[in-house]
């Protein structure tokens, strides 16, 4: 017997935690049966990379593919997950790198402090993990296919973010930011992450479940 799914997204929530500059999730009732319509409709207006989201090459290469152009391999099969303590850093670096077992075409998602930390902060985190730039053409060098990791961006707030998006997006790698792997323990998985058909988009909010 197969065990359950697991949903690894966030929700999604009016005025939920974005990426510092970004515009604001808002989610909105605006017709209400309570008070007479005939049905309930909600509002929504958000960025792109808002809460469980994809990257598409796009986002940092001015003519990568975007998101409808994203082959479904690449977020849909078996996948690792890596659990790193970066005990006195703030990235994932070369060294917690050269301890995984790597493979080419491999979905790989990270798993750190961010998934029980930064997500229980009403504010955004400034001191969640991230892959240091190095550590991403580490990556890169070693054919990956997919990263995933569990917290808003692959490159740290005020550090490398320019340097490791280009890396990996310029790499042609796709990439799943703002998952919750809390409830994951580290080992293989089935993944199934869907990001909606956004056309011609740098990036698209997704689900994605594991088992
Ligand atoms: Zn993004």
Redesign the pocket.
């Known amino acids: 017997m197969k065990r359950p799914w697991k949903d690894v997204s966030v929700s999604l929530r009016d005025g939920m935690v974005t990426w510092p500059g970004d515009p604001e999730c808002h989610i909105k009732r605006v017709n209400r049966m309570e008070d007479g319509a005939v049905c309930n409709l909600t509002h929504l207006s958000m960025s792109a ?1 808002t809460g469980t ?3 598409a090459p796009r ?1 940092f290469i001015a003519d990568g593919i975007t998101m409808e152009q994203m082959p479904f391999e690449a977020v849909i099969g078996r996948c690792r997950v890596f659990e790193i303590e970066c005990e006195d850093q703030m990235q994932i670096t070369v060294d917690d790198l050269k301890k995984l077992k790597l493979s080419p075409r491999q979905r790989v998602l990270f798993k750190t402090r961010n998934s029980t930390r930064s997500w229980a902060m009403n504010e955004f985190d400034k001191d969640f993990i991230s892959i240091r730039a190095d550590a991403a053409q580490y990556l890169v060098d070693h054919e990956v296919m997919t990263v995933g990791v569990d917290y ?2 692959i490159g740290g707030h005020g550090k490398d973010v320019v340097e490791t998006h280009q890396i990996l997006l310029g790499a042609g790698i796709w ?1 799943i ?1 703002g998952l919750n792997l809390a409830e994951i323990k580290p080992g293989y998985y089935e993944l199934i992450c869907l990001p909606i058909k956004l056309e011609g988009a740098d ?1 698209a909010p997704c689900r994605v479940v594991l088992r």
């Open positions: 990379h989201h994809m990257d986002h808003l961006s990439v930011e990036g």
